[in-house]
């Protein structure tokens, strides 16, 4: 048998925001906080949440939901001061951001380069492939660093479907779990 008790779980905001992630908890971010806060009452775990990211919900969520929240979720912010991180990380890091760099100059060229009209269309598209070539795979946010770190720091379950922070945090060794099955799990907890 699988002992849960007192486990910890620092939480993203696509286990509320992401329609993939929120699955049976609501169908929109409100409703699923609300579920969320249904699905952890008498569960012997504790929930964290760094402040950059609960405010970052704030903007997605309804204001008696986030109180609601609030009465179940630890916010605490990582000790950025002492904690660890391997060089070779950053090494890595570094390498991939010259990769993305010369994929986002070669869009622009492209773009540059295409002298058909409608621009406004060409202008999307080029957001979006940029957006995929800088953004996706990568932490990119202090937010998503604050929620890894906090992890990190707590020895803490990772709960997220970012796909940056997710690698980051497979890259300094934090544990995780898919944003989209952490609600399933609830349930077996509750059983």
């Known amino acids: 048998m699988l002992c849960m008790a007192s486990r910890k779980y620092v939480i993203d905001t696509s286990l509320f925001v992401n329609p993939n992630s929120r699955g049976s908890l609501g169908k929109d971010p409100t409703s699923a906080v609300m579920g969320f806060i249904e699905e952890v009452k008498g569960l012997d775990i504790d929930i964290f949440m760094p402040p950059s990211i609960f405010n970052e919900l704030k903007n ?3 204001h008696k939901a986030m109180d609601e929240l609030e009465l179940v979720v630890k916010k605490r912010a990582p000790n950025t001061y002492s904690i660890y991180l391997p060089a070779a990380v950053f ?3 570094i390498d991939d951001i010259r990769v993305r760099m010369n994929k986002g100059m070669r869009l622009a060229e492209e773009f540059a380069k295409d002298n058909r009209p409608d621009n406004d269309e060409k202008l ?3 957001r979006e492939k940029y957006r995929e070539a800088m953004r996706s795979g990568i932490i990119d946010s202090k937010e998503d660093f604050e929620l890894v ?3 990190k720091e707590l020895e803490a379950t990772l709960v997220s479907s970012d796909e940056g922070a997710v690698k980051f945090a497979h890259q300094i060794g934090c544990e995780c779990l898919p944003a989209d099955r952490y609600h399933s799990l609830l349930k077996k907890l509750k059983k």
Do not use: Q
């Open 60 to 62: 997605f969520v309804e």
């Open 91 to 93: 090494y890595g890091f």
């Open 124 to 126: 999307r598209r080029l």
């Open 149 to 151: 770190l906090l992890a």
